[in-house]
């Protein structure tokens, strides 16, 4: 089976959920300038992770990159991974609407956290199907940024009851390791690049 | 006429749907875990209905892989079919928000009773257009799975208004059938195979 | 250019639209099947835009299958149809909610007329840069579909003041005709097809 | 790595963007035609920003034409174009429903100021991905128009305090220029399209 309908399927959901989560922002009802403050956390949660979907995008876009037949188990990590990053409209608005108070930020957490499990459940599926000489495992390499994330989503989600200001810096901070985008399935497969 | 657009606007219209379900998981006023009690029955309606969206769109893929040509009567036959699949938001959200009451849970079942059907139908409308070696039909075989569960839907629309706990474990139960993708086609196309 | 992203694009704005239209079914509050009442109207009149919104596609996926170069003036005739079609949702929901009551009733006629010439816009565009010996221009043929359309479109606005189920009876008449795909331009085409 | 999947989906986001910023036009209660009235700069505000969208679509589909390789710092500078393309539906909803007061129309030049910005960046970083001989650079020569919009938005930005109807004027002087699709591509890429 092709990839492209996995492609062009998660591309499509990935597109909804980064455009719907602008939604959260309310239009509000006055027309001065000071109507626009109580958006401002909403606005600064829906940076965050549209920077977030757009991490996921980049990465899931690079990861099939390395694939060439679909499994059945492909397509449903694939949209576990998907079920996961759809929470991320509820989870932003939440957070922004109550101003990044302790549960809701502890909630946008779990979510990352479940996406980063999702996102290395996909990626352990397709290195398996790839045998040992497989493309994605030479690409992912130690794969450090991976394997720290979720630890680091992890202690960002028990600190968010005691200084959720430190949950947001490290929310902050991975998506800025991961910003760079995985410049080493691009090495890797740089050579046999359509 | 190429079945590219057919399969693009179909990916478009069930990304859509699988996504704008989540917009019924309204985000609560308050800022504590319990503000999240009253969303556990929408949620968990949420994860049922993106399993069946997401079993729609793997046997779907599946079964236009074995289309070459398209017909007036099968892309008629698709927009059916979509347009029982745009109605999950809706019976989703009502099921959710009304805690798998009696109407709602059997509604819900008259949905998905109605869209197993459609599914049928352009499953029929393919294999008569592929003549009597249509790959499709040698691919669905008998088709149980398709022939059990409209009878099993019927059944817990019924059980609805007695006990929809009844209805809701046979929802599940169709959907675990389900999860297990089209092997069949598989096979039999594997030899063919792009 | 290639008319690849012309698809693509139009494709994921008539799946969106299509698919929008279903959030003007607003889940009721009840949880009793009377609940349901106030909505039938809503939902008899987004039948009947789903309806027209697959015909568009259908017959946008027949011309544009006889393109082979994309003008400028095409990209813009084309949103121009877009933009027709993206105002579905509004008139479709004014209508439904108000029981098909004789303004909101014309004022779907007119977008539907809006929308019907937008159509044959772009329609003689494509023709014009095909030259005379243009392929759709044969596929069209007389075009009594299309020119029938409009006329009927606006004898149903006018009638919408008088008996707005006449007009009602006009939209669905109009639908009936077009439900049959374009099979002129199927034949025309079949020859030289992908 | 392929440009397709970045066309896809932003494709995708501009597709959604374009359509959800008409759910600002809000289902009025009444059924007279009066019950619009409000609803026309919410209308009008809707035309501009539709027109405003189509043009980065159809600009955006000139660009990308003329790019073969995709690297991670044109991912980004597009993500980061499609954000702030995500906040017109946003700023088009609150400048319309306040009947374009001074402030929210200085607040939708503020995102028209940005998303040129970003256009601009996207652009800059094609072109120096292309060398000396890039075709990007050759095909918008002077830039006369990108170079021009953003000095007449921030001009429009600070007479929004002083008479909103000249930044209204503005805006949609700067949408009439920009209508002219790109020729400069179509004519430079012209030799060697598919």
Redesign the interface.
């Known amino acids: 089976?092709?990839k492209n309908?996995v492609?062009?399927?998660s591309?499509?959901?990935?597109?909804?959920?980064?455009?719907?989560m602008?939604?959260?922002?309310k239009?509000?009802r006055g027309?001065?300038?000071q109507s626009?403050a109580p958006l401002i956390p909403v606005f600064l949660s829906y940076?965050l992770s549209?920077v977030y979907v757009?991490i996921y995008?980049?990465n899931h876009?690079?990861m099939l990159?390395t694939v060439h037949?679909v499994t059945?188990a492909m397509?449903?990590a694939n949209?576990h991974l998907?079920?996961w990053l759809?929470?991320f409209?509820?989870v932003t608005?939440?957070m922004g609407?109550?101003h990044f108070?302790?549960?809701?930020s502890a909630?946008y957490g779990v979510v990352l956290l479940m996406a980063a499990i999702a996102y290395r459940i996909l990626q352990q599926i397709i290195i398996a199907s790839q045998g040992h000489k497989s493309l994605l495992r030479k690409a992912v390499g130690s794969d450090w940024k991976g394997k720290l994330s979720p630890v680091v989503y992890f202690i960002a989600v028990i600190f968010a009851f005691w200084s959720h200001w430190i949950s947001q810096a490290l929310y902050v901070l991975v998506a800025l390791i991961w910003?760079?985008?995985d410049?080493r399935i691009?090495r890797v497969?740089g050579g046999e690049?359509?």
Chains 1, 2, 3, 4 share one sequence.
């Open positions: 089976m092709g309908r492609e062009a399927f591309d499509g959901v990935i597109a909804i959920i980064i455009t719907i602008v939604l959260e922002l239009v509000p027309e001065s300038i626009l940076v549209f757009g995008w980049n876009h690079h990159h037949g059945g397509l449903w949209l998907l079920f759809s929470l409209p509820f608005g939440w609407e109550n108070a302790p549960v809701p909630v910003l760079v985008p410049r691009e497969v690049d359509t």
